[in-house]
């Protein structure tokens, strides 16, 4: 199974601030077909399930503000948020999309400072 | 798009529960649905999937359940069900069910608010 672990478990940001996710994968996510890595974002916040932000490692999904970006190294996968505000306040998982069984990153908690 | 999971509850160690998800705004029949959980405070796991590919009617599981858990679909009643037998205090979670986008990869567009079961011993 393919592992995703990610970093900081917890991690505490002022307003305005950039927020950086962490997200590596134990093997390539690069999938043959498009020769993109299958990585995707989904952000959770309290109370109410997961939601798409970033597929294929980069792709914005339609609606997500652009203070969001999501970057790739190898087997390493990054999720950005540049400017901070209250409403990010969630938990972020990444999940690797490549095949079953799927797997999601242990989450990485998002607090205001 | 709307998924809607519907017959969590309390139940026994090693009993049985069904759980129905009620779909609209596509048709099942054009999707894989997966089903994921959620254990309080923690994590996101898969539970499994089911669609076809090809002429193949698909159903893959997680590790975790598979030979206990058994995923449905009735495209009819454009609906999604998840059997769940010899249930284990572990099971306890919010079960979601979620759409697989159209295409390569598994990435999830789109979830229901989950129904939550309780397992207890």
């Known amino acids: 199974d393919i592992v995703l672990t990610q970093s900081p478990d917890s991690l505490t940001v002022s307003l305005g601030e950039r927020a950086t996710v962490n997200c590596r994968s134990s093997?390539?996510?690069?999938?043959?077909?498009?020769?993109?890595?299958?990585l995707n974002w989904y952000q959770q916040r309290p109370g109410l399930p997961p939601k798409l932000l970033i597929s294929w490692a980069s792709t914005r999904e339609s609606g997500v503000p652009d203070r969001f970006s999501g970057s790739e190294s190898g087997t390493d996968f990054t999720l950005t948020i540049s400017s901070m505000e209250a409403e990010d306040v969630a938990v972020y998982y990444c999940q690797q999309c490549l095949g079953t069984p799927i797997t999601f990153g242990q989450g990485t908690r998002l607090e205001i400072k | 798009v709307q998924l809607v999971e519907s017959g969590g509850g309390l139940v026994q160690s090693g009993g049985s529960l069904t759980l129905s998800c009620g779909v609209s705004g596509f048709r099942i029949g054009d999707h894989y649905v997966d089903w994921v959980r959620q254990a309080p405070g923690e994590g996101l796991e898969w539970v499994g999937r089911?669609?076809?590919?090809?002429?193949?009617?698909?159903?893959?599981?997680g590790a975790s359940v598979r030979g206990r858990f058994t995923i449905s679909r009735d495209v009819s009643r454009n609906s999604v069900y998840l059997q769940m037998t010899s249930l284990k205090t572990g099971d306890t979670a919010v079960y979601f069910c979620v759409r697989e986008v159209f295409g390569i990869g598994v990435t999830y567009d789109s979830w229901g608010q989950g129904a939550p079961v309780t397992v207890s011993s």
């Open positions: 089911v669609g076809v590919t090809g002429k193949n009617y698909i159903t893959e599981y």
């Open positions: 093997q390539s996510l690069l999938y043959s077909i498009n020769n993109k890595n299958c």
